[in-house]
């Protein structure tokens, strides 16, 4: 009897298929199998009871907010672990907290064996941002800095910008783009005769300024020429023919309050 070629290579197809088809089937209990078993070793390693995030060398990091911290190190790193901070927090400088403040009051533990949990903060009245090992970075125009090292990291700071930049090479500032990027003056503008100006009154330091109330900011005409200065123009008008306003056209031309409206 003779057989046909075709029906032969049917035939093997088949049995390769019905074999890919039973060997397919096994797979997925293989691989619940080889899961299952990470799952216990996971278990067996992390326990059933989770040890205190300061024990055993797992150098956790709490969490308040889930009710349990994270190993970082040793035998159980990856493990969960029992939060440490407490009913009541201690303050952001003290225990070894290495704290991060934060103005509002609360801020976090960022070392330690209370790292993660909520700590107090100890801002206070701010003080300059190049003082108490504070390192701050300051802000130009006259707008709070922040401390970015020691007890006060993350508490608010006086700006200690001059009203005139220095040079970008100067004092330790190593700036960059105009903008000190090192020093007591970091984040400080420099090489650039505004500096700080922005933040005083048109009719200070010689600026002699046209105020602009539509703008928002008036105009240096004197010392600092060209440069941005606070408004002086009140809540109200005042008289056209007072202060040396010199009025015309319910403007006033002359004097502190130049540029503003008047009546």
């Not at 799952?39 to 995030?53: F, K, L, M, S």
């Not at 901070?85 to 991060?100: H, I, Y």
């Not at 003082?131 to 701050?136: L, T």
């Amino acid at each position: 009897m003779f057989i046909k070629i075709s029906h032969v290579l049917a035939l093997l197809s088949a049995t390769a298929a019905l074999a890919s088809a039973s060997s397919f089937g096994s797979t997925p209990n293989d691989v619940a199998s080889g899961f299952n078993d990470l799952h216990v070793r996971q278990n067996a390693n992390c326990g059933t009871t989770n040890g205190a995030c300061n024990a055993n060398g797992c150098a956790g990091v709490n969490n308040p907010a889930t009710g349990a911290g994270i190993c970082t190190a040793g035998d159980f790193a990856g493990c969960p672990c029992a939060n440490v901070c407490g009913a009541t927090s201690g303050k952001c400088n003290e225990n070894n907290c290495g704290g991060l403040n934060d103005p509002s009051g609360v801020g976090k533990c960022t070392i330690g064996q209370f790292a993660g949990c909520p700590c107090n903060s100890v801002c206070g009245t701010p003080g300059d941002c190049n003082k108490n090992g504070c390192e701050g970075v300051n802000q130009p125009g006259g707008q709070a800095g922040y401390c970015t090292k020691g007890q006060f990291a993350g508490c608010l700071c006086n700006s200690v910008c001059g009203d005139k930049d220095g040079s970008c090479s100067d004092n330790g500032c190593a700036g960059k783009g105009g903008v000190c990027t090192a020093g007591g003056l970091k984040g400080c503008s420099c090489d650039n005769q505004c500096g700080n100006l922005e933040s005083k009154s048109c009719s200070a330091n010689g600026c002699n300024g046209i105020n602009l109330p539509d703008e928002g900011f008036g105009v240096c005409t004197g010392s600092f020429a060209g440069c941005a200065c606070l408004l002086t123009c009140g809540a109200t008008p005042g008289s056209c023919s007072k202060n040396g306003c010199n009025g015309s056209g319910g403007k006033c031309t002359a004097g502190a309050f130049n540029g503003c409206a008047c009546v």
